[in-house]
């Protein structure tokens, strides 16, 4: 028995990771062939690529291989749902020692075929290579069904902000781990596995979202970027961002750290892969989606002052997002 | 002026990496959103993924980075115009070190747009994170144009197999720089900058290939893999094998090596990226594809002897391919 992914070669290990993937109705050829074959129904293709690096991303102690392949499946397929898409196919770069465990790669694909199965996708082909440290790559394929793509820059003056998932719960799962803490588990566990509402996306295409993105890296960060390819502002109101019982938990259990507002969480931790969008006004919100904001145009007075394009009750906020090479 | 990636921080690398690639027609909608949008005019998209790990598909005293970039797309856009597709589009996941010069990540950029404008594709989308070492992922989208693609598994006995590209040469050019040699160059090039002849991938599709692959792990051994998949042998001929003059010249710099031998170079030599390919017989092959053996029947007594399935002149060959996780 090979006990280490040395043992087993490149090509074992593939075909061990590859076996489990069922192959879906938008697959047409799937791992085995120099390239996948995915079917594209209406002659286009979202994509969008992600590396997870180890120590960076994620650390093999705090999660475990299941929810590493849960994480890297979600922070992609997040991604196609945010252009308003339904998630089909996946190829996954997987850059591991050589003297890891095969459990840890059996472990790893069966998080990533979980939460294929919950998003709706499948993997179609990979690559397996060895490396110092562990690598995942992913790249996410998508189907827009006939919808307008929803892009960042299509947001008006006028237009509802909402969000859909969920905001702060992984960045205080995040925290609790870097004090040892090992409560409150939700959001160790949202840390771990966050569970972006996939259907949420091409039902905001469907309800008409001007533009929308999934909050990877902060909702004031992330909503800046919109604010700044759609040439507007954006107010949030801090009573509509109420925090869940586990994450005002989470903030006392982190009293005296900076990131002990359970509210500053909502508005600068990344990763729980929530959906926040732009609607006409006037759009009724399915209850998946709650209203937190309105978008203004920006002035030329602004730019000038080079002030921020996000305020909370119309004031600046501090909240800092994550910079991955800070 | 920021002079590390650190300073320049990812946001600015992102930009900066992906300003350089043209908007082809096959892009919708590029880099700078959740996902690109690229076209997929007959309603099935082409995919395929790899990853390259410094130490381990390159050394940075051994390539230039802007070689890297080059390497990185010919990689996959071969495994793309193997299935008989047209190369369209690519994402790049790039980890690097912080202290890693802004340079690098030009040339690298510069590199990669060399190939892309040569393969006809694109960037439309990528992610930039650090890493202990460079990782370069690359997934590469392709388009198959109406064409049935060619997998490995339709390989009939009685096809004629046939290669075109160049063999053993980036195998010749490896072993001359693990000996501190530097000529003949023709062969460092072909290891650093190697040039599938991707417009062959859609022609042979055209001249109803019956089975294709790019030669990425040796001649035998991915001819193997091609046998697996059509349960078939092939015999390859010594003499249609000539190694070219610049092939004869690196054999002989490394006389005394196992590697020294020509045609063994060619027969287990990788990364050339040449495509090797099977037709009915009778095909009338274009000057760019020559003709290497004949597919065979694969009888239950070879089966069951385990006997190669790749011959030359009818007899075994020790041609050992590349391994990952030797």
Known sequence: MASTIGDLGEFGLIERVTARFPRTDDVILGPGD?????????RRVVASTDMLVEGRHFRRDWSTPRDIGHKAVAQNFADVAAMGARPTTLLIGLGVPADLAVDWADEFAAGVAAECATAGGTVVGGDTVRSDTVVVSVTALGDLGGRAEVRRDGARPGDVVAVAGRLGLSAAGLALLDRGLDAPEACLREHRRPRPPYAEGPRAALLGATAMLDVSDGLVQDLGHLCAASGVTIDLERAALVPPPELRAAAAALA????ADATALMLAGGEDHALAATFPPGTELPDAWTR??????RSAEADAAAAPAVTVDGRPTDAAGWRHFG
Chains 1, 2 share one sequence.
């Open 34 to 42: 120099d390239a996948a074959v995915v079917r594209a129904p209406d």
């Open 256 to 259: 005296g750290e900076r990131s």
């Open 292 to 297: 937190i904001g309105t978008v203004a145009p």
